[in-house]
């Protein structure tokens, strides 16, 4: 069993950044993958970025390359995606998701999700 806990989340100018922490417990290794995942109000859920525990290789969507970053601290057990630029399209509740092998966009574990909402 694995439990995540996002926080961060917040109301920010387009523009800004912000910084998503996931806090992890539970039994994870090498073969568990991290994702965030985002779900805007009428819009698609979107696998945005993923990273390996291992942190081996990490996933981004087109839509935020070069815009958001993945990354993990093992010791501190926390997953966290920094977020630069932010468009008012990264609207959305972004969950930290986590699963073996690789995440989907019906993930095992799910965090109870932050809100992420951008001023234009």
């Known amino acids: 069993q694995v439990h995540l806990v996002e926080s961060g989340g917040g109301l920010v100018q387009a523009g800004g950044s912000l910084r998503l922490s996931c806090a992890v417990s539970?039994?994870?290794?090498?073969?568990?993958?991290m994702g965030w995942i985002r779900q805007a109000p009428g819009k698609e859920r979107e696998i945005v970025a993923t990273i390996r525990w291992s942190g081996a290789w990490t996933y981004y969507a087109d839509s935020v390359k070069g815009r958001f970053s993945i990354s993990r601290d093992i010791d501190a057990n926390t997953v966290y995606l920094l977020i630069n630029s932010l468009k008012p399209e990264d609207t959305a509740v972004y969950y930290c998701?986590?699963?073996?092998?690789?995440?989907?966009?019906?993930?095992?574990?799910w965090g109870q999700g932050t809100q992420v909402t951008v001023s234009s």
């Open positions: 539970g039994r994870t290794d090498s073969s568990y993958v």
């Open positions: 998701t986590a699963d073996r092998a690789r995440i989907t966009t019906t993930p095992n574990y």
